[in-house]
């Protein structure tokens, strides 16, 4: 992919979402435009229906908006065809849901490595990546344990350093720390704002707490379908 074009890591312009119900068509987002730059660690807020998540996978790539443009790297996604979208997921973009959608009969090592696997890499190749990544999350000790071995918290971490360990240019996060209590929701905040300070990692957060949101750098409120 081409540098950054103006620094603008992703951009959304008059983006429309409509969902079918029956006969019945609902408009979740309403000509929703935004742009995050390069180094940016921003919190997407908003009340349940408010179409935050629903903005966060168009950003991401995993749905297609129903009118509206969004720009990754300056490029229109919506031209990439399924192959190359595919791609880019695995190799450009991370994603962390509030789900830790870990594989439970492999360890926390294979569960990081997975995405690189899947894509073709071989583990002793980034040997040294994943032990620094491990080093990050807090998780070197713990690096053969399997999911059920681990809490939540350290689950959540997982999930974050496999979303990191191909050094993707976005990280999306979806709710992440909803089902954590709030001292290892505060934990994981700080992780994240300290992969931001210390790495320039581009974040785009989905989260109804304000306590969470306070660890990004700009917040963004949607209600209703639009921006405030």
Avoid: C
């Avoid at 983006?15 to 019945?24: P, R």
């Avoid at 229109?76 to 789900?99: A, C, P, T, Y």
């Amino acid at each position: 992919m081409k540098a950054f074009i103006d620094n603008i890591a992703v951009e959304g312009k008059n983006i429309v979402k409509d969902f079918k119900l029956g006969d019945t068509t609902i408009r979740v987002l309403k000509g929703v435009s935004l742009k995050v730059l390069q180094g940016e660690f921003v919190s997407i807020m908003g009340q349940s229906g408010s179409g935050k998540s629903t903005l966060l996978y168009i950003l991401g790539g995993l749905d297609t908006p129903t009118g509206g443009t969004v720009y990754m790297n300056g490029t229109n996604i919506s031209l990439w065809g399924d192959e190359e979208m595919s791609k880019i997921r695995r190799q450009k973009i991370g994603f962390v849901f509030q789900f830790y959608n870990l594989i439970p009969n492999l360890n926390v090592e294979e569960n990081i490595m997975l995405p690189l696997l899947l894509d073709g890499k071989k583990m002793r190749e980034y040997k040294k990546q994943l032990n620094h990544i491990l080093e990050v999350v807090g998780l070197s000790d713990r690096r053969k344990h399997t999911p059920r071995e681990l809490s939540g918290g350290q689950q959540q971490r997982v999930a974050i350093a496999r979303a990191l360990i191909g050094n993707p240019e976005i990280l999306f996060a979806d709710e992440l720390t909803g089902n954590l209590d709030s001292e290892t929701g505060t934990e994981i905040m700080n992780l994240l704002r300290d992969i931001n300070h210390e790495s320039g990692q581009t974040i785009i957060m989905v989260t109804h707490s304000p306590e969470a949101a306070k660890s990004s750098s700009r917040i963004i409120t949607v209600r209703d379908g639009v921006i405030e």
